[in-house]
């Protein structure tokens, strides 16, 4: 299983930055707000691996010498680690800007090894106070989750967060989007479900009345859903029917992960014109009941 990762940003995210942007000295070391609680939360009801990543300018040189430097960072590790926070890796880059380092965030030389297969990038997360960590998530083709308590809603961000609890709250519970596709000699499914939307959906399988049906099953359950399928429908729509069912089954299973937070309750709705009594249940365990009687050979087309 890929590795999902959060690559947290130190100055301005874990801890309050000075008004000359050192932190080279205890007096200067202050956590900001509920970092040490939400993050000991995120390393301990999540599955992310925890990454330091941090520009230091000028780190080594007579203006910010290591001496003043390490004290500070050795005792934030240290601190965090009592409450069960350890970073798997620490990538510091002591460049100033004007250097123009591939290493120095927004700029990726320190990921190379995140680049890798093991990694699941695209739910992976940068956290940060600064656009450029913003670009820098972009850069890596993971998402934004922007800490800042004044600054305005920047685009590309996954949560803009005022305090540390919110996106403990957002990592515990994160959106339940998925894309899917599935693919056959016979058929080409790509399926896009949200669900925790609201009822929107785009659908369009080359089957009519399946597409009403379909659309049913995003507007009453408040799921956003869109479905494309081509099928052979010169043969028989039963191949492109079998086939957005089991994407979309796929698409649901993959967007519940270890079903967290679900209960159980279902209900039967009644139609007008019929009586149609359809349950779906998310704990896996398959079954059908089928009793009918056709009158005629075809409905609609």
């Not at 956590?31 to 993050?39: E, N």
């Amino acid at each position: 299983m890929k590795k999902k990762v959060l690559f947290i940003d130190r100055d301005g995210t874990l801890l309050r930055e000075p008004a000359d942007k050192q932190i080279d000295s205890f007096e200067k070391m202050e956590f900001l707000p509920g970092c040490i609680s939400a993050l000991a939360a995120i390393a301990r009801e999540t599955d992310f691996e925890l990454v330091l990543v941090s520009n230091q300018d000028g780190l080594g040189t007579d203006s910010f010498p290591e001496k003043t430097f390490w004290p500070v960072q050795n005792m934030l590790l240290k601190l965090l680690k009592t409450e069960g926070i350890v970073f798997s890796a620490i990538h510091i880059d002591p460049s100033f800007p004007e250097e123009n380092s591939p290493n120095r965030k927004p700029c990726i030389g320190m990921m190379k090894r995140y680049l890798q297969g093991d990694y699941d990038l695209e739910n992976s997360y940068v956290i940060g106070d600064r656009l450029t960590d913003i670009q820098f998530a972009k850069n890596l083709a993971c998402q934004a989750i922007f800490l800042n308590e004044t600054a305005d809603l920047p685009k590309g961000v996954a949560l803009h967060a005022k305090k540390w609890v919110e996106i403990w709250e957002f990592l515990r519970f994160p959106p339940r989007k998925v894309i899917h596709s599935r693919c056959t000699a016979e058929t080409d499914v790509s399926i896009v479900l949200n669900l925790d939307g609201d009822g929107n959906f785009e659908i369009s399988t080359g089957i009519g009345f399946f597409d009403h049906m379909l659309a049913q099953v995003a507007k009453h359950s408040g799921i956003d859903l869109q479905i494309k399928a081509k099928g052979d429908l010169y043969v028989d729509e039963h191949h492109t029917v079998e086939d957005v069912g089991i994407a979309l089954g796929e698409a649901l299973r993959a967007a519940l992960a270890n079903k967290d937070s679900i209960s159980r309750y279902g209900f039967f709705l009644p139609m007008d014109e019929s009586e149609a009594q359809v349950a779906i249940d998310f704990s896996g365990r398959a079954y059908l009941q089928w009793h009918g009687n056709f009158t005629r050979e075809r409905i609609g087309d």
